[in-house]
């Protein structure tokens, strides 16, 4: 594995962002019945735009004409399990990104062989939590429910394995961890703290960032970028939204509006992003 330091840096995330506001790309979200409503407000404050195509007539054809795909794993049934597969084939087929979010993968064996059969259409890019990441890569973990039992950092390896289906990975946690491909090909990594304690306890703010990796993913000149923008654009309005809430209320309210009023400035002065060192 041929690694380099050229991880994304704040200002191309700045710009991202930037690229996001002009261009507001339109997602396709086949999300879990939970995540849909509040995926949609997350996508529109931010700057995006979402569609919520997840039947099987529909998928495909859609995902043809999206500016990024969101496939995600949290309430599968035989229907929109066919859905997944016809929009991230038809996406693979039309150049469209499109991101794998396994959620609750490694617990669950009926999804988990459904998240491998995915990876073979070579998603651009996968976002789950470290048990996720780890059980997804077939290197164990302990998944509970949603919830990731494993740090963040533990992941790496496992994002790492992943690159060999995907693009750019990540693993969420209080600081999360990204690996990807640089401009020049090379493996590269970046880690991103920030955030708030607060969004696990607001439901759908997981997979709402699933959806905005897919709206990045449009603009942004590579998947890495467009995975650290989304992850930085979350990050640094939770923060925000923290610091203007005082309970779960509101600060889904707060984190609206956080994702919001965030500019290329704002993500200038507050995001804390650092290069990986993957030599080891």
Known sequence: MTTTTKAPTVDDVA???EALRAQ??????LTNIVSANFLTNVLLAAGASNAHIDNAHEAGGFARIAGGVLVNLGTPDDGTTAAFTEAAGAAREAGTPWVLDPVGVGGLPWRTGLAADLLALHPTAIRGNASEIIALAGLGGDTRGVDSADEAAAAVPAALALLEHADAVSASGPVDYLVGRDRDGGITGVRIAGGSAMLPRVTSTGCSLGGLVAAYLAVAPTPLIGLAAAHTHVAVAAEIAEENSTGPGSFA???LDALYAVDADT?????????LDLSN
């Open 15 to 17: 710009a991202a962002l």
């Open 267 to 275: 993500l200038r002065a507050r995001a804390r992003i650092e290069a």
């Open 253 to 255: 309210v707060a984190y």
């Open 24 to 29: 507001v790309p339109l997602v396709q979200s």
